[in-house]
Each structure stands twice: as C-alpha cells, then as structure tokens.
C-alpha cells in the first residue's frame, strides 16, 4: 500500500431518509484497521426528512467526517456529485448508506487498486440471515446472485475476477478517473448512473474487478414488496432514460421490447401480456397487487410458486416505469427518438 502521510482515501456515501441504516454504516467505517489519518468519510444528505441530520450531527468518527446537504431531494447522481467535488484523497470508495462493512475493507479496496492499475475494484455483498429466512426475502437473495453472476467473467486470481458492469453501491476507484471522464450525469436520480459512467471508464481503458474478499453485508431489511416495486418502477425509468442516451448499444433493450405500448408488429401472445399489465398498471389497482402476494405466502405457498407470484407483481410496475421512462424521452428528445427505442435494429 502506498505509504506516506497524504489523506489516501475519500468514502463518499449518499443517503435519503434511511437514519437507522446510515447509523450502522458509519460505525462500522469508524473501525476501520486504516489509520484515521489516511481516510476521510464525506455524506450528502440528498433531503431527508427523517432523522438523518441527527444522525450526522451526533456521530463521531476517529477520521474526518464532513457533511453536505440538498434542500430537496436531487437523486443519488446529484447526492455522490456533490461529495466527489469535495474529496480529497487519492482514491475514492462509493458505499451505500446501507452497507455494513468489514474492519479491512479499506485497506483492501486500496490494495486491489494498487495491484491492478487501471482498474475500478467492486466488493462482495450478502443479504441478511434474517432476510433469508422469509420467502420474499429469498427472491431478492437469488436475484442479486444471478445478478452478480452474470457480471463474472474470468479469474484474475484467488477471489478476482474481470467482471462488465460493475455497481457503484460498493465501489473503488482512483480520484484521477473522475476527474478524467466526468461526474454521474444527474439525469439518472435512482439507478444507471453507474452503468453511464461504467461506459465511458471503459472506452478510456479502464477495466473492472470484483474481489469477493471485501465482504460486506447488506443491511435492508428489504421484505416489503412494495418498496421494492416502486424501487422497480423508478429505476426502470431511468433505464429508458440511460437507453436513449445510448441508443446504438441499449435501444433494443428487451425490457423496453417487452413493455412499450402495443405495435402492430407484436406477436399476439406479447400483445396480450403488454394488455394485461397495462390494465393492472393503473392507479390505484397497481399499488393493490402487493396485497395478492402477501395473501399467498399466508397460506403458505412454495417458493417456485410464489417466486413467480414476485416476479409478474414486479413486471406490472416495470412496465409502468418503461411507459414513464419513454414519456420522458418523448419530452426531451422528441417522438421519433422514443419511437426508435425497444425495436429491433433493421440490417
């Protein structure tokens, strides 16, 4: 690890209304074996209006802690923007405000960094025993395994692999990378802001690893389908917003396929789904169809079952997100652009 005085790492950590979770996720930084000296803890408080100013004014940390707040909720491109500006240190550590990491972690991010220059390093992430005990709770655990299975390629070595896309929930990377291609574009306020950036990292030659040594514990209590559909319904809108941006790689994107409105082109099986969940996506019924989930895991039933139960629930508030998302598109770019997206390429 480089050695020297200088201030070594920044941890930028945006937060929205989530007191109880940011509280842990501060303590367990304060542990860290780095030495106080060499890191610094930076926190946008992007609005909340719960008890998150309270918890940053009453914690003390052995490193610095500096703070910074919006008036108004900005989204979490805005929220890491504003902290990034302000960092100091060599490299910066993205971590959400519910992650709870390991008294190494620092340390080994900053040593991955420095073993594979030209690199962005993402960390390991487990759910909760808790969470796993209930059945909802064990969907998300199999989709975020899929999910970060399917970012794998190769070994590099023990714990390494080169991975596609990383996330930037817990996520190192050299300050200089920033300042080379650019902040998070704001337009993203939930999700994509890390694939934008991911892109234009890569077309200037940086690679992405995953150590799954750095092992960090996801700290939701994540067991309410609501939230988490509305969570769906948000960052697939900026999914439309991120396809449009790059439509050559992303606008035939099977999600926007699968849920823009019906083409006559569809076959008759897809247009009878799209007709479906278009019926359901109303409000209010839409916010209602969480209930049939809860109804079902009462009685009890499986899990295969009630795994697809989650996964057409979700699809509802996915194609709503997808509507709202090419309704967005249609105001800043026009007709023709939204037109364009979820359709094949001709060749």
């Known amino acids: 690890m480089t050695g020297g005085d200088e201030l070594l790492v920044s941890v930028v950590i945006t937060t929205y209304n989530r007191a109880d979770s940011l509280r842990v996720t501060l303590d367990a930084l304060g542990r860290q074996t780095l030495s106080p000296a060499r890191y610094e803890v930076l926190v946008t408080d992007d609005g909340s209006t719960d008890g998150t100013p309270d918890v940053l004014a009453s914690t003390t940390l052995p490193c610095a802690l500096r703070t910074f707040r919006h008036d108004a909720n900005k989204g979490i491109s805005a929220g890491r923007n504003l902290a990034i500006g302000h960092a100091r240190g060599t490299y910066l550590v993205l971590v959400s405000d519910d992650v709870v990491v390991p008294e190494d972690f620092l340390v080994r991010h900053v040593e991955t960094l420095e073993r594979f220059p030209r690199s962005w390093v993402v960390g390991g992430f487990r759910q909760l025993d808790s969470l796993l005990a209930k059945p909802f709770g064990r969907y998300i655990d199999n989709l975020e395994r899929a999910f970060d299975a399917g970012r794998r ?43 934008d950036l991911a892109h ?92 049939v989930a809860r109804a079902a895991e009462r009685l009890p039933v499986p899990d295969p079952i009630l795994f697809r139960l989650y996964q057409a629930i979700s699809s509802v508030f996915i194609l709503r997100g997808v509507r709202e998302g090419l309704d967005l598109v249609r105001q800043q770019k026009g007709e023709e652009a939204a037109d364009r997206l979820g359709r094949p390429a001709r060749v």
Request: glycine content about 4%; aromatic content about 6%; hydrophobic content about 35%.
């Open 153 to 195: 390629s190769h070994p590099v070595e023990r714990h390494v692999w080169e991975m596609s896309i990383p996330t930037a929930r817990n996520l190192s990377l050299p300050r200089r990378d920033m300042d080379g291609i650019g902040m998070f574009d704001e337009q993203f306020r939930h999700s994509c802001e890390d694939q």
């Open 200 to 291: 234009r990292a890569r077309e200037a030659g940086i690679r992405f690893l995953y150590n799954d040594a750095i092992d960090c514990l996801h700290n939701d209590h994540i067991d309410d389908l609501v939230r988490f559909c509305r969570q769906q319904r948000g960052s697939v809108c900026d999914g439309v917003l991120f396809c449009a941006k790059r439509p050559e790689i992303h606008g035939d994107f099977v999600v926007l396929r699968a849920n823009r409105r019906i083409d006559r082109n569809d076959p008759i099986s897809l247009r009878a789904k799209k007709a479906v969940k278009a019926l359901l996506a109303r409000d209010p019924l839409l916010e209602r169809l969480p209930a």
